[in-house]
């Protein structure tokens, strides 16, 4: 939140204090909002205007177009949700791109919302009908493009004239467009689950007879990101609320519109997932966005976890483990055998060398243990992993030093051996608690998506982009572990915001937490 302006609040009347400090709190929000608008449309601007030289290709601009358009859409809404006022409700920006261009056509379902009652206030009779509101709003099921006829009957008395009844207008998440929550939830899942950049989607409506352009979709992605940041915000905290998490991070390349060229961002994940021993706290995964790979970006994005955390070995991860970290106490690391496999398998695939090929053999049987116990309760995971696991790991822990004592330190199998030692403490955490995984293959797979995001859409247009592909990855990759269909449960979640869902309840919004209708 930005600071508030240095103004002396003690020389003001005490019982004005509160309402000059909301509205200065107001104006800093404002401020700081515009700040970020202005910056926006000066990138978006060197995009057009910029060197020949640094002046991006066709596929660039579009991308590069579609995630500024995105970061500005969703600054405006969250302008327009700080704007000052009274306690009256705030009418939300109205869309004025495309109106009136629904194909004829198009299938229409008529719904007729009726007023409470007909019933006249004066107490002369029923009222009459005196015509109507029409309202034409863009719908999409998958495989099929609808028009949703929203039609609102006028009713007044013939006896007098008092006044005309109707029903009010449904509520909907941008009030005044063209689309449907339905609708943005099939862009959002299109996007980021079916990998379509919206010029994509954009050209396929088209091929419907459906004039869309890419920025009417990137408003209504940066609409949807804005109102449902806080649902993310949520998932965030209670998966830190966690005594065991795994995390890992993902390249995700980002437009640099002033190099001509993409630079490399990050996404961090942040992953709960205790199905292999029957845990009872559900699946989930948040992906943070950050421009780099700095350690000090998982401290941040760790705020308030104090539990074991599970991952590759990675030096960044180092400040975790410090008495000076920030955000919370010391980490507790499990590290990763898979990793340390690969290691040994990147070695024996190049040359066939005989010491990797005993490595593997021995990581090997630790996993022939760990396909024995899969599904089974912590005790009983500890209790074998005791009695069979860990003579193989000492013994394992023997043979590692015997090879390093015999292979130059500066070859390569003799790398591969260091940073098995290195990690070696993180290694053997499993055998000290039966919540541990032996390796971090459980949140490798839930970033795969990620990965074939980046293939198919290249990039991100722009960090703000990043924002938003990790914030509504998060909610579709964890309606996905919790069996959850991704459609059906943006549709129902942005339905139910658009309806005014109570802030106190957020924790209903969470997919795992998802009932679909019948």
């Known amino acids: 939140m930005s600071a508030l302006p240095d103004i002396d609040l003690s020389a003001i009347p005490e019982d004005q204090r509160d309402a000059v400090a909301a509205l200065l709190r107001e104006t800093a929000n404002l401020k700081e909002i515009n700040r970020r608008l202005e910056h926006l449309v000066a990138e978006l601007n060197h995009i057009v205007h910029g060197k020949k030289s640094e002046k991006l290709d066709e596929d660039d601009r579009q991308l590069a177009f579609e995630d500024l358009q995105i970061a500005v859409s969703e600054a405006e809404e969250q302008k327009q949700d700080h704007a000052p006022g009274d306690d009256t409700p705030k009418r939300k920006r109205v869309a004025r791109r495309n109106r009136g261009n629904l194909p004829e056509d198009l299938p229409r379902i008529e719904r007729v919302v009726e007023p409470d009652s007909l019933d006249c206030p004066c107490g002369c009779g029923q009222m009459h009908k005196i015509g109507e509101d029409r309202t034409d709003r863009l719908d999409i099921v998958p495989a099929q493009l609808r028009v949703i006829v929203t039609v609102r009957p006028k009713y007044a008395c013939r006896a007098c004239t008092d006044g005309v009844t109707q029903a009010p207008a449904p509520a909907a998440l941008i009030e005044g467009g063209l689309p449907t929550e339905g609708a943005i939830a099939h862009v959002l899942v299109s996007k980021y689950a079916d990998h379509l950049p919206l010029y ?34 949520r998932l965030a905290e209670h998966l830190k609320t966690s005594t065991k998490l795994f995390m890992d991070e993902t390249t995700a390349p980002v437009l640099d519109p002033g190099r001509g060229r993409t630079k490399t961002g990050y996404l961090w994940a942040l992953a709960r997932d205790d199905r292999s021993w029957g845990g009872d706290d559900p699946p989930g995964v948040v992906f943070f966005y950050a421009p780099g790979r700095a350690g000090e970006n998982a401290e941040k994005f760790l705020r308030g976890f104090d539990g074991i955390l599970q991952l590759d070995g990675y030096q960044g991860y180092n400040r975790l483990t410090r008495p000076s970290r920030k955000g919370g106490d010391p980490i507790r690391v499990a590290h990763c055998w898979a990793h340390a496999r690969r290691k ?134 964890t309606a996905k572990i919790n069996g959850v269909e991704p459609f059906a449960y943006l549709k129902a979640t942005l339905e139910a915001i658009a309806a005014g869902h109570p802030q106190n309840r957020i924790d209903v919004l969470l997919p795992w937490n998802f009932k679909p209708s019948s």
């Open 344 to 477: 040994l398998k990147e070695v024996f695939d190049r040359d066939g060398s005989e010491i990797a090929a005993e490595g593997l053999r021995r990581i090997a049987e630790f996993y022939a243990v760990e396909a024995d116990i899969r599904g089974c309760a912590p005790g009983q995971r500890l209790s074998a992993r005791q009695a069979r696991t860990a003579p193989l790991v000492a013994a394992f822990g023997k043979w590692l030093q015997e090879q390093r004592l015999r292979i130059s330190a500066k070859s390569r199998l003799g790398e591969k051996l260091a940073y098995i030692h290195r990690h070696w403490d993180g290694l053997q955490t499993f055998l000290r608690d039966g919540r541990v995984e032996i390796d971090s293959n459980s949140i490798e797979n839930l970033i795969r998506p990620i990965a074939l995001n980046r293939k198919n859409a290249l990039f991100a247009g722009h960090d703000e982009g990043g924002k938003a592909w990790g914030r509504i990855a998060s909610l579709i990759a």
């Open 200 to 233: 994509r989607q954009s050209q396929m409506l088209a091929r419907s007879g459906v004039t869309i352009d890419r920025g009417t979709l990137a408003d209504w992605v940066g609409t949807a990101a804005f109102h449902l940041s806080p649902v993310v915000d």
